[in-house]
């Protein structure tokens, strides 16, 4: 059974035509890669997975390991979909403590080692409204995964990234793979969907051509 199979999925926002029958499945255990051009529909493909949107039509079945009763977002998973809504006031600790305390799953120590796997100083007091554009995204990805979530799906996680930091969120993701993890990220650099993804997904014509 796939983990996420969506079925003849339509999606229109007053007249633009996003989706119209798009249909792609994605496994367990596997990186998928979703590449398109601006404006074509990634963000919205993941807000509707993750049950932010509902498509106009055609259904999303999920696991229902990952399902939950209460609520439509569905259980264990980990995203980075646009702008989080950082307190600015806050360090990037107290931000991602505010987290951590919605469901207590994980320590103070569990967050400060996130931080630095991904690249931050937990330590660092600075306001999140003064970090740069690198910063924030890393403390986004430290958000998508700080709960050892098992599915994440990734929206552009490599933005405002230098080299090293791209290299190293490289290398955690394939590890992440090799744990078992099921990860699904869009990235208009090409060379980071290939060197990542077993399967690819362009979006095209409003459908999901699988490329490989
Ligand atoms: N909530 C919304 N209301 C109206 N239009 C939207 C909304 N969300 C996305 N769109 C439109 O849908 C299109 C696809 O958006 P998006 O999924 O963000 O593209 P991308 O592939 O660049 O991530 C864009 O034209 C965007 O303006
Ligand atoms: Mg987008």
Known sequence: MSLIRLEKISK???????????????????????????????SVLFKMICGFMRPDGGTIEMDPKYRTKR??????????????GYIPSKSGFENLKKLADIQRLITDQDIKEVMRRVGLDPELKQKVKNYSLGMKQKLAIAQAIMENQEVLLLDEPFNGLDQDSITNIR?????????GKTILLTSHNK??????????YQINQRKLEQLY
């Open 71 to 84: 609520t439509t977002f569905p259980k264990n998973f980990g995203i980075i979909i646009d702008r989080p």
């Open 171 to 179: 290398q955690m993701l394939l590890d992440f793979k090799k744990a």
């Open 12 to 42: 229109s926002f007053r007249g633009n035509l996003l989706f119209e029958q798009a249909a792609a499945s994605f496994d367990s255990g596997r990186i998928y890669g979703i590449i398109g051009h601006n404006g074509s529909g990634k």
């Open 191 to 200: 060379e980071d969907i290939d060197l990542l993804s077993d399967h690819v």
